[in-house]
């Protein structure tokens, strides 16, 4: 399209050069400081389109931020693949064509965030940190959406809407609240290994630029031949990894409540490009019974030294964004999306978060987020999907009979690929149930994770906890204490210590803010 020359042959015509500013319908702004009224005092009219133009464009500069993960900083980058896994070529894994070759470079955009409170919060806040990366592929867009913390809280996606609730911040007071959090963990013994962490210094990561990212749940690759394995997905900071007590963050906040997002920003602007290994684990597909621990368990990992960590490429983040909106934004990630070689697990979590990430992309972005340049795949797009609110181009190849838009045509219209022997065909069978899994070992990870803290880390986790157990109601505490008992004795009676000696020195005064004003007027 030469937009821009027909554009610039019209300014000439109407003798106003490239940056005069106008209104979106190409009208000459003559005044932009004075609203067109009766008299210089008002009152102003309503036939004034500029001014409504706007004022009215303004009003709705903000689309829904996302229900979570709201507050994300991006940048873009390139993916380098190492070509094998361990000495074998990765093809014997899988096919996907981004893996294969050693140095195949293939575009990405990341973005970091963290994932409980608004779009302007302080990231400071102990929190896990998404960390979502698209791969613009030559076989279309792979989204590995993921978080710095390596397992999750819960297993079963219709519990994700509650686990929310008891994050957000109250319906009665608009304050997030430990009780409520506390309360809702009460009930869910399978977040212990999560808590473990984010109470620990690993739930406030120094900066993005220092943080793990890991793709938490499990999926799967296969090969030519159609052989299947699962797979996680391991992001490691090449910076090396940092993470902040509760009195750095408090220090941080104090003086900067954007500092992840500014550090990782003007990293990119020194030149001085943050890096991550990406690694595998690898498993043979199946139930694995001699596993004390479901392989599809995502409050679970995968212990180092049985799947060891397979080196399969580096990502570079080379480039900030040129429009924060635009981009960071509006991009939108989702667990469906995957390129041929790579597959969904049986992870019943995996396929209720695949369902959400569109569905609410739909609403938060529109129907057509995909038309948008961060979102839409860097190579060929001819699909029949038509109009729809904001639909501004139409997915055509070039030469389409514009009248055909659905498929089978013999006029026109884009054909069906080749048919490709899909070699992964797993055999699914089963009844339908409502159960939970059969070996959920919610204390076990949780136990380990806490005897292998330093020891700094381990204080600060019970002196985190502690806090925040303090003032929940007794029934709540007397249930997370029997879960830390049964995660590690040691665990368990120093949080009990530690809730009786915050509650012994708990202050009743009430908090006064400021100092005393005069009187202005
Ligand atoms: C964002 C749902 C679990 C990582 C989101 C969004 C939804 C969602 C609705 C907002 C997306 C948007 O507005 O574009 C769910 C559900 C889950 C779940 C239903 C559980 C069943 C997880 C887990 C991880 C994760 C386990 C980590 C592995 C992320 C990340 C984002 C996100 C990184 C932000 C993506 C971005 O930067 O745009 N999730 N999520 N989520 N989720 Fe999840």
Redesign the pocket.
């Known amino acids: 399209m030469n937009r821009n020359d027909s554009q610039q042959d019209q300014n000439l015509h109407q003798g106003r050069s490239a940056e005069t500013l106008t209104t979106r319908q190409g009208h000459p702004v003559h005044d932009n400081q004075n609203s067109r009224t009766i008299g210089n005092r008002g009152p102003m009219t309503l036939e004034n389109y500029q001014f409504i133009e706007k004022l009215s464009h303004f009003d709705r500069e903000r689309i829904p931020e996302?229900?979570?993960?709201a507050r994300?900083a991006g940048a873009h980058g390139i993916f380098e693949a190492t070509g094998k896994v361990g000495d074998e070529p990765v093809s014997r894994y899988t096919r996907a064509k981004l893996f294969q070759e050693a140095g195949k470079q293939t575009p990405v955009f990341v973005?970091f965030?963290t994932v409980g409170h608004g779009t302007h919060s302080p990231e400071t806040l102990r929190d896990p940190r998404?960390?979502?990366v698209k791969f613009y592929t030559e076989d279309g867009n792979w989204d590995l959406?993921?978080?710095n913390l390596k397992v999750?809280f819960?297993r079963d996606?219709i519990k994700?809407p509650d686990l929310i609730h008891s994050q957000k911040p109250s319906p009665t007071t608009n304050v997030q609240s430990q009780e409520r959090i506390f309360d809702f963990f009460a009930g869910t013994p399978e977040a212990m290994h999560m808590i473990t962490l984010l109470y620990s210094p690993w739930g406030i990561p120094a900066t993005y630029r220092h943080m793990q990212g890991?793709?938490?749940?499990t999926y799967k690759w296969y090969n030519e031949a159609g052989e299947g394995v699962l797979v996680k997905y391991h992001w490691e900071p090449k910076q090396g990894i940092r993470n902040l007590t509760q009195e750095d963050a408090d220090k941080v906040q104090s003086t900067n409540f954007n500092h992840a997002t500014k550090d990782l920003h003007d990293a990119i602007e020194r030149g001085d490009y943050p890096q991550w290994d990406l690694y595998v684990q690898i498993m043979d597909d199946g139930a694995h019974p001699e596993l004390d621990f479901d392989p599809l368990d995502?409050t679970k990992i995968w212990p180092r030294e049985q799947f060891a960590w397979q080196h399969v490429g580096t990502m570079t983040l080379n480039r900030n964004p040129e429009n924060v909106f635009a981009e960071t934004e509006q991009?939108?990630?989702g667990t469906g999306v995957l390129v041929d070689g790579l597959d969904f697990s049986d992870d019943k979590?995996l396929q209720?978060?695949t369902f959400?990430?569109s569905d609410?992309?739909r609403y938060?972005v529109g129907p057509n987020y995909l038309q948008l340049p961060i979102n839409r795949p860097k190579c060929q797009v001819a699909t029949n999907q038509r109009d729809g609110q904001m639909a501004f181009h139409v997915d055509t190849f070039p030469g389409q009979d514009a009248r055909v838009n659905y498929e089978p045509s013999i006029l026109s219209g884009p054909k069906e690929a080749p048919r490709e022997h899909n070699p992964h065909t797993p055999y699914v069978e089963g009844k339908l149930v409502r159960e939970a899994i059969d070996r959920p070992n919610n204390f076990g990870q949780a136990g380990m994770q806490y005897r292998n803290f330093a020891d700094w880390e381990r204080a600060e986790l019970i002196s985190n906890l502690s806090g925040a157990l303090a003032g929940c109601d007794e029934r709540i505490q007397k249930k997370m204490l029997e879960y830390f008992y049964a995660c590690d004795e040691d665990y368990g009676k120093r949080v009990e210590e530690g809730v009786k000696k915050v509650q012994s020195q708990a202050k009743s005064q009430l908090q006064e803010y400021g100092r005393e004003a005069s009187s202005l007027y």
């Open positions: 996302r229900v979570v993960h994300g973005r965030s998404g960390f979502a959406v993921g978080n999750f819960i996606a994700f890991g793709g938490v749940n995502d991009v939108a990630f979590m209720g978060r959400s990430y609410t992309q938060r």
